[in-house]
């Protein structure tokens, strides 16, 4: 049994290794919850079975841990090094689940890694003009349309994944209702770690409940080798020019999540704001992490803030804890036993943890959108934006007579980002009054 931990190791302090170890298990968790989805939804999204559902979780954590290595311990101008953690992002979901239903793994590889690579040339050099055009209001509306555009596959994952012989039975609600209630209960009558991750155990809880039913398959967690390394593109790798712009196009709008979270941690560790160097090495770092795993089938990486709330529970914000977190982690994805594991999470359990995510999502959108100056011109630009969004991922076949990029980058997030950042420099800004004073 540990100790309790002293609090108080700053940004470039190194704990006592046996506390470290300690505080980089207390990370993993909330990391693995944040990450482990990602492959889950998009290989249910896709009918992809177990076996290879696993090897896309192995891939991605093992991904994550380097990735999150390189963004806190850092090497020569890559990496911000600032305890922030890489893993893949949710805004890949849905378009992911488009693109290789509709294409194919190979093809979202194939996306992924033009897509990085693009990001990666454009925002290393044009970082400051970009993010001076993405606009607060924006951000505000690019992360409420992302929660938006994901409820409907948080919705399908509740009824037990499209494709279930028991696709939108009562036991599916009912499970996935559970793991709702539970999540919310843990939240507001417990503390400390157990609240933090609530919604992970939540999930254990419920996997027993479907796993007294009966129902639960250990045949691939059985027969799942111990020790592996993730090989890369075991799907192949396949390039199409309508893919590679919406995924190019969502790599760009990711990165200012990471800006986000790299000045939350330097406030939090040392109340200040992230310096050029700190930004440009986080997003070197990022970018070579998403070029890097997109050879293994994977969404390119993005920052994870989750783990910032446990520095400010903690007081620990070295960023050597994260580094460990990221050894962990990255010895998770060499053993498939233990991302098999992930597979026997039902699909309506992890709808509605998912559900509960992406609720929170839209409404983190909302509240950024609520503490920024909004006139009548971003009013007009947000509600457009939404509207175009939302409108044609409602509406799909309005756009069959179109190529599938122009589909894509029309509905949900990339419709939404679109417009707003094409309304907003189109429609002049307000000019403010100024007071006269009568003579």
Request: proline share 5%.
């Amino acid at each position: 049994m540990f100790k309790k931990i002293p609090q108080g190791y700053g940004l470039n302090e190194c704990p006592p290794l046996r506390e470290a170890i300690a505080l980089g298990f207390t990370h993993l968790p909330v990391l693995l919850l944040n990450t482990v989805p990602i492959p889950l939804l998009i290989g249910g999204g896709i009918g992809l079975p177990a076996s290879e559902i696993t090897i896309l979780i192995a891939a991605c954590l093992f991904v994550a841990g380097i990735a999150s290595i390189l963004q806190s311990i850092g090497a020569g101008p890559v990496g911000a090094r600032l305890p922030v953690f890489l893993g893949n992002s949710f805004v890949f979901v849905a378009p992911g689940i488009a693109i290789a239903a509709q294409h194919g793994l190979d093809t979202f590889t194939g996306a992924c890694l033009v897509g990085s690579a693009v990001c990666l040339i454009v925002w290393g050099g044009l970082y400051k003009q970009i993010a001076k055009l993405v606009k607060p209001y924006i951000s505000g509306t690019i992360v409420a349309i992302l929660g938006i555009s994901l409820c409907g596959v948080a919705i399908g994952y509740c009824a037990g994944g499209t494709g279930s012989a028991d696709y939108g039975s009562l036991s599916n609600y009912l499970l996935a209702g559970g793991s709702i209630l539970l999540t919310l209960f843990l939240q507001r009558f417990t503390k400390g770690l157990l609240q933090k991750c609530a919604a992970l155990v939540s999930m254990v809880v419920m996997t027993a409940v479907y796993g007294f039913m009966g129902k639960l398959d250990f045949s691939e967690m059985i027969q799942s080798a111990w020790l592996r390394v993730p090989q890369p593109l075991h799907f192949g790798i396949r390039f199409e020019l309508g893919t590679i712009v919406t995924v190019s196009f969502l790599c760009l709008v990711a990165l200012l999540e990471l800006l986000g979270d790299q000045t939350t941690a330097a406030n939090l560790a040392e109340n200040r704001l992230p310096t050029g160097k700190e930004q440009h090495g986080g997003i070197l770092a990022q970018g070579i992490s998403s070029v890097f795993g997109s050879l293994f089938n994977l969404c390119p990486t993005i920052s994870i803030s989750a783990n910032l709330g446990l520095c400010g529970l903690t007081g620990v914000t070295s960023r050597f804890v994260i580094a460990i977190t990221g050894v962990l982690v990255m010895l998770c994805g060499i053993c498939p036993k233990i991302c098999a594991v992930f597979t026997l999470v039902p699909n309506a359990v992890l709808g509605g943890v998912a559900l509960m995510t992406f609720g929170v999502i839209i409404l983190s959108g909302i509240n950024i959108l609520k503490n920024c100056e909004m006139g009548n011109r971003e009013t007009t630009i947000v509600g457009i934006s939404l509207a175009v969004g939302i409108g044609f991922s409602a509406v799909a076949d309005s756009l069959a007579a179109f190529p599938f990029w122009v589909t894509s980058m029309l509905s949900g997030l990339p419709g939404t980002a679109i417009t707003a950042i094409l309304l907003s420099v189109l429609i002049p800004a307000e000019k403010k009054a100024k007071d006269t004073v009568s003579e």
